[in-house]
């Protein structure tokens, strides 16, 4: 029984949402997709709002999103830079359980280049860069999963994990 908030955290393309989205149907609990909250609350898109305000801006968004979370049990699929702005890693601890989703460079850059919507992505030397950046905020979450797997094995790995806890 899952009675806290889980956090999904990774780079573009590890399959944050898609798990997110299966995990919390599977355990019947409220998905929260921060990419998506904050496009429905401001009415525009993440490119649009990187273009209008900058990056700067969109990173408040994100930790506004987070900070006004409900306080129930729900699964929520972080966007990809958001760990890693201000101590948001140890704030997401603070309010939940945090879950890495780590697949190689080359099989996340597959999934989602040339992919318009997110302002970040650019060619595989800068997506490798930043990923390679990023790495040791992702890797404070209390938990690894392999996302190269199929979404059926990354939930039952997600189960596993969440039943011990
Ligand atoms: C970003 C990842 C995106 C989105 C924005 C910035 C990033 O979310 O938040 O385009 O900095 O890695 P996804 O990881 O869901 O693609």
Redesign the pocket.
């Known amino acids: 029984m899952v009675k806290e908030r889980v956090f999904l955290i990774?780079?573009?393309?590890?399959g944050?949402?898609a798990v997110g989205a299966e995990l919390a149907a599977r355990l019947n609990l409220p998905f929260v997709?921060?990419?998506q909250a904050i496009e429905n609350k401001e009415g525009r898109s993440?490119?649009e709002i990187?273009e209008q305000d900058g990056e700067a801006s969109?990173r408040s968004l994100?930790q506004a999103c987070i900070q006004e979370l409900n306080a129930v049990a729900q699964v929520v699929?972080?966007?990809?830079?958001?760990p890693?702005f201000e101590n948001n890693i140890e704030l997401l601890k603070d309010l939940g359980l945090v879950i890495y989703l780590e697949a190689s460079t080359e099989l996340l850059y597959e999934r989602?280049k040339g992919d318009e919507?997110?302002?970040?992505?650019k060619d595989f030397d800068t997506f490798a860069l930043?990923k390679t950046e990023?790495e040791a905020v992702y890797r404070k979450a209390q938990h690894t999963i392999d996302a190269a797997q199929s979404i059926d094995e990354i939930i039952a790995d997600l189960l596993a994990f969440l039943n011990h806890q």
Request: with cysteine.
């Open positions: 990774g780079m573009m393309g590890s944050k949402s997709d921060t990419d993440i490119a990187f969109f994100e699929a972080c966007g990809g830079g958001l890693c989602i919507r997110r302002p970040k992505l930043l990023r």
